[in-house]
């Protein structure tokens, strides 16, 4: 990770991920600003393709999958090619998917363009699609040869998708680091700014917390629950706001909410909490739910969430910023009492 790391492109690629053959896959936005770049900087080592489909959640589908599949046959990628996968999360999890299952799984290079994709996406391994049932339904565990983050990228990214990752950021501080939760706070204006040497240790920082974490439990029987923090709210928010929302400031909403359960859980220190509070707003993140979203719906999409074990409803708490919370056997998430849920959701809309 760092500034300018595209033009270094061909001297990464033959180190970490040399190939017979490149296809770079990315969405029609980012695929129109920085498409031909990659694929000129790649076709220095290989021959490379470029592949595009249509930017937007909505688009991560199977249905694309076959559609990129079938272009990287006909393009005659072989099992000695890889897959450039060039842009959000959307394309890192979609174009990750297609390396996963194309001949059983060939390389992949995961080169993200959002903060989100740099410090959550990209890191971890997991790739895959969306069904009409729900988010990420439908995937496979493919790790990269090598992630290549580019910050100069973000200079491009819309303001509200930059922020957007910002929740994630505070969310790797608040469950592990709260020197870097302050850090954070005190960087805003650099941050907002996209000053290239404060992105790019804000990507280094949220990568090294999110890689321990999933380096202690990659396929998610345990610790890897911590980065859930805000997620179990957050997830049915952004499914009831119909993916009006941004992923990130469904999360942001998320980490409130959970938050304040916490406090009246006895979880969470209550200064904490407002303090996080106060920091998802001093970065423009909604902490509220918006207007027709009701408690009740959410207590049900919440229910039907794929991560809930048994009938109870669980969540990632923190303790206090930089500590997650642990249940009293050490277990990563707690049951959330349905009345408390109510209670809490119902304050909020
Ligand atoms: N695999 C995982 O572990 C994991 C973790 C978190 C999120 N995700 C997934 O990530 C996805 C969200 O990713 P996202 O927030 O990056 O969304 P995204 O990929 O849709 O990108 C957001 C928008 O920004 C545009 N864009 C991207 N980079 C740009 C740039 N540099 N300049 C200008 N425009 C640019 C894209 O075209 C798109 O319109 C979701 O599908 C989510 O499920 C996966
Ligand atoms: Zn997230």
Redo the contacts with the bound molecule.
């Keep these: 990770m760092g500034a300018g790391l595209l033009g270094d492109l061909p001297a990464l690629l033959s180190r970490y991920c040399p190939a017979a053959r490149y296809a770079v896959i990315a ?1 029609s ?2 695929g129109e ?1 920085y498409g031909p770049r990659v694929r000129d900087e790649a076709a220095r080592v290989a021959p490379t393709t470029l592949h595009t489909f249509t ?3 909505w688009n ?1 589908t199977r249905e694309n999958w076959s559609l990129l599949t079938d272009q990287l046959l006909a393009a005659r990628l072989g099992r000695d090619g890889a897959v450039l996968a060039l ?7 979609l174009a990750g998917f297609v390396a996963a299952t194309l001949y059983r799984g060939i390389s992949c290079v995961q080169i993200p ?2 903060l ?2 740099m410090i ?2 990209s890191v ?1 391994g ?2 895959g699609v969306d069904t009409a049932t729900g ?2 339904l439908v995937g496979a565990f493919h790790q990269p040869c090598v992630v290549i983050a580019d910050v100069d ?2 200079a ?3 303001k509200n ?1 930059l922020v ?1 990752g910002m929740a994630e950021a505070l969310k790797h501080g608040a469950v592990a680091d709260r020197g870097y939760f302050d850090l954070l706070l005190e960087s805003r204006e650099q941050i907002l700014l996209r000053d290239p040497s404060t992105l790019a240790g804000l990507v280094a920082r949220s990568v090294e917390i999110k890689a321990g974490v999933v380096a202690e439990d990659e396929k998610e029987h345990g610790k890897r629950a911590v980065l859930n923090f805000g997620h179990t709210v957050g997830h049915a928010v952004e499914a009831a706001s119909g993916y009006g929302l ?2 990130g400031e469904a999360v942001a909403i998320g980490m409130a909410l959970e938050a304040e359960l916490g406090v009246r859980l006895s979880v969470t220190d209550a200064a904490d909490a407002k303090l996080l509070r106060t920091a998802l707003e001093r970065f423009n993140l909604p902490t509220e739910l918006p207007a027709g979203i009701r408690a009740d719906r959410l207590i049900d999409a919440m229910r039907h969430d794929k991560k809930s074990r048994d009938d109870r409803i669980r969540a990632s708490l923190i303790r206090q910023i930089g500590e997650p919370a642990r249940g009293e056997k050490g277990e990563w998430t707690t049951p959330i009492d349905d009345r408390i849920l109510a209670g809490v959701l119902a304050a909020a809309e």
């Design positions: 969405d936005h980012v600003v930017a937007g959640e991560k842009g959000g999360g959307v394309t890192g999890d363009t959002t989100l994709a959550d996406s971890g997991k790739t988010k990420n990228t973000l491009t990214l819309p998708q957007a941004l992923h």
